[in-house]
């Protein structure tokens, strides 16, 4: 079966940075041959669920929430099976649940990784 394990969350003050790690298990990332979507979403309690980053094919394309453009990194390491999300400058409202989410699928959007495989979430607090 299909796991996705998060990893990397924590508190930090404002202006701190974190690091998330997506570990796959029974989902092969296949670089540039696949098409393998990945993304990292978050949610806070009595929010809907906000997509914050998602990547393509290994790196080939990566897409950024505005909120997070310029702060956050996506990226993959497919020897690993593993996906990062490096978040710095850090700000309260960036406080939330972090889930990742994967899907082979031509159409990489938040939209789509809905019918994906998805992990239980890494929690992460800034405060300020």
């Known amino acids: 079966p299909v796991e996705l394990v998060e990893s990397g969350g924590g508190s930090v003050q404002a202006g701190g940075s974190l690091r998330l790690s997506c570990a796959a298990s029974?989902?092969?990332?296949?670089?540039?041959?696949?098409?393998?979507?990945m993304a990292w979403f978050r949610q806070v309690p009595g929010k809907e669920r906000e997509g914050v980053a998602h990547i393509f094919s290994g790196g080939d394309s990566t897409y950024y929430a505005d909120s997070v453009k310029g702060r956050f990194t996506i990226s993959q390491d497919n020897a690993l099976n593993t996906m990062y999300l490096q978040m710095n400058s850090l700000k309260p409202e960036d406080t939330g649940m972090y889930y990742c989410?994967?899907?082979?699928?031509?159409?990489?959007?938040?939209?789509?990784?809905?019918?994906?495989?998805w992990g239980q979430g890494t929690q992460v607090t800034v405060s300020s």
């Open positions: 989410a994967a899907r082979a699928t031509l159409d990489c959007s938040f939209e789509s990784l809905n019918s994906g495989y």
């Open positions: 029974g989902y092969k990332f296949i670089n540039n041959l696949a098409n393998n979507c």
